[in-house]
Each structure stands twice: as C-alpha cells, then as structure tokens.
C-alpha cells in the first residue's frame, strides 16, 4: 500500500533531524557509533511526523482532492507514534542507566529526560485515540498533538545528543560497542505504543514491565496489521478450516464440488 511505502521509505533516514534540524551532516551520521544511531532514530522519527504533518494538511485544505484520504493521515502518524515509542523506551532502558552513573550530574539528566519520554507518551496516547478511533478523544486536536509532540521531541533530542556525546568521552570503545549493539536487540522487543504510566522510572520493575509491554505491542500489532516503519510487513497466513468456517466460505475440497442444482454425472439430475 501506498502509505506503508511511504514510511517505510521515511525511516531510511534522510529528512531533517528532530534534534538538529536540516542542518545535519551529509549523508547522515556515522551509524557505527552510538551517538550516530541515536542521531538517526531522531531523524527517523522526524521524517516520519513530517509525512503525517504533510497528510494531514492534505485532508484539512482540500477535502474534495483524491488524496485527501484521513486514513493516509492516521496510518502515517500512527507509524511515527511506533517509531518514537520505541526509541524512548529503548533509550530508558538500555542507555539511561549507564549514564546515570557515568557522566556528570548522570542521575538529574536522565531523570529529567525520563519525565519528557513520559509527558511525550501522554501526547503520543491521545494522538491513539484518534488513530483507533476511541470516542473519549483528547480536547486536543490530532494536528495540535503532532506539532506540540514534535515540538518536545525536538528539545528532548537535543538533551539527549548532549548527554551521549558526554558518554562517549567517558566510556571505552568496547564498552560503548556493546552499548550500542544492546540498543540495537533491544529495539526489536521495544514496545511500539505509548504507555505513559509505565516504563519511565529508574529500576528494574520499570524495565521489565516495558519489556512485557512490547510483547504485548508486537502481538497487537500483528493482530491488527499494523504496518511498523523499518518492520517487513508479514504476508497474510491462510485461514485454515476454522478460519473459512468463521468467514463462512467454503473449504479448499470443497471448491471443485458441483451443487445441488447442477446435477451429478449418471444420477439423471443434471435435466434436459
């Protein structure tokens, strides 16, 4: 599907940076490192809440139009709402605890950058409710959560760039290789949706209830086929006798099956 395309290719990276703006190195940043990954998440998601912007836009100026489609808008803000609730979480539960005792006054900044991951999550909550279509939406518009998420999320990025480059200087290069592949594992079970009540504290409890709450995401996100930026979109599995039950079709051996009205070879039904 067109959408899916669009923030698939959206998440190659190459739009301007939630942190940095369009002022970001050419060619983008060194992946290799840690600081060059995060870098490009912040892009990721930058690009991401820009094509919503950019179909929203559509759907508010010209309704009549054929690519004023609100479902375009919901499925490309929904994709970034995916993106950035993964990379918060994994950032709280992977790379904040190292810097909380390595770099200078460690423990206020990650603090104060876990309280912006959740305040993010709560915008990144009433932007689901429209996307899910939930009759208890947020006095906020989806237009107004967009900008005012985008908005934190620049400022939040560009504590966070901060705070790696303070790690990097601090940290060996083995041990911030091995940071970053953890970063890596870990954003494959990180939860696509924002849970703002759970997650964003220091401690152990917080991180494995994350990590629960990612399981159940992904299964969510299976169930609903739900198309992830930077996730292969799985091809449909066949409906096996239960499903064509349920869906009230008729089996495989079935298919080929004459009915009743057009008669079987040498009964004499088949009528003249």
């Given at each position: 599907?067109a959408?899916?395309?669009?923030a698939?290719?959206?998440?190659?990276?190459?739009?301007?940076?939630?942190g940095t703006?369009?002022g970001?190195?050419a060619g983008?940043?060194?992946?290799?490192t840690l600081?060059?990954?995060?870098?490009?998440?912040?892009?990721?998601a930058?690009?991401l809440?820009e094509?919503?912007?950019?179909?929203l836009?559509?759907n508010?100026?010209?309704?009549?139009?054929?690519?004023?489609?609100?479902?375009?808008?919901?499925?490309?803000?929904?994709?970034?709402?995916a993106?950035?609730?993964?990379?918060?979480s994994?950032?709280?539960g992977?790379?904040?605890?190292t810097?909380?005792?390595?770099?200078p006054d460690?423990?206020?900044r990650?603090?104060?950058?876990?309280?912006?991951?959740?305040?993010?999550?709560?915008?990144?909550?009433?932007?689901?409710?429209?996307?899910?279509?939930?009759?208890y939406?947020?006095?906020?518009?989806?237009?107004?959560?967009?900008?005012n998420l985008?908005?934190?999320?620049?400022?939040h990025a560009?504590?966070?760039e901060?705070?790696?480059?303070d790690l990097e200087?601090?940290?060996?290069?083995?041990?911030?290789?091995?940071?970053?592949?953890?970063?890596?594992?870990?954003?494959?079970?990180a939860?696509?949706?924002?849970h703002?009540?759970?997650?964003h504290?220091?401690?152990?409890a917080?991180?494995?209830?994350?990590?629960?709450?990612?399981?159940w995401?992904h299964?969510?996100?299976?169930?609903?086929?739900?198309?992830?930026?930077g996730r292969p979109?799985?091809?449909p599995?066949?409906?096996?006798?239960?499903?064509?039950?349920?869906?009230?079709?008729p089996?495989?051996?079935?298919?080929?099956?004459?009915?009743?009205?057009?008669g079987?070879?040498g009964?004499?039904?088949?009528g003249?």
């Amino acid at each position: 599907m067109a959408h899916q395309d669009e923030a698939t290719s959206a998440s190659t990276g190459t739009g301007a940076g939630v942190g940095t703006g369009s002022g970001g190195t050419a060619g983008g940043a060194d992946v290799s490192t840690l600081s060059g990954l995060v870098h490009e998440t912040h892009r990721d998601a930058a690009d991401l809440f820009e094509l919503a912007r950019q179909e929203l836009a559509k759907n508010t100026g010209s309704p009549q139009s054929p690519s004023a489609d609100p479902r375009l808008a919901m499925h490309a803000i929904d994709a970034a709402v995916a993106a950035f609730s993964a990379h918060l979480s994994v950032m709280e539960g992977v790379v904040y605890p190292t810097a909380a005792t390595a770099v200078p006054d460690g423990p206020a900044r990650t603090a104060a950058l876990r309280e912006t991951a959740r305040e993010a999550a709560g915008m990144m909550r009433g932007i689901e409710q429209y996307v899910q279509g939930d009759r208890y939406q947020p006095g906020s518009g989806v237009s107004e959560l967009r900008a005012n998420l985008v908005e934190l999320g620049q400022a939040h990025a560009r504590v966070e760039e901060r705070l790696l480059s303070d790690l990097e200087e601090r940290l060996a290069g083995a041990q911030l290789l091995r940071l970053r592949e953890d970063v890596q594992q870990a954003m494959r079970r990180a939860p696509t949706r924002p849970h703002p009540h759970l997650g964003h504290r220091a401690g152990l409890a917080s991180r494995l209830a994350a990590r629960l709450a990612g399981h159940w995401d992904h299964l969510l996100d299976t169930m609903d086929a739900r198309a992830v930026a930077g996730r292969p979109v799985r091809a449909p599995a066949p409906a096996g006798l239960w499903g064509w039950y349920l869906l009230g079709r008729p089996t495989s051996d079935q298919l080929g099956r004459p009915t009743g009205d057009q008669g079987h070879p040498g009964t004499g039904t088949s009528g003249d």
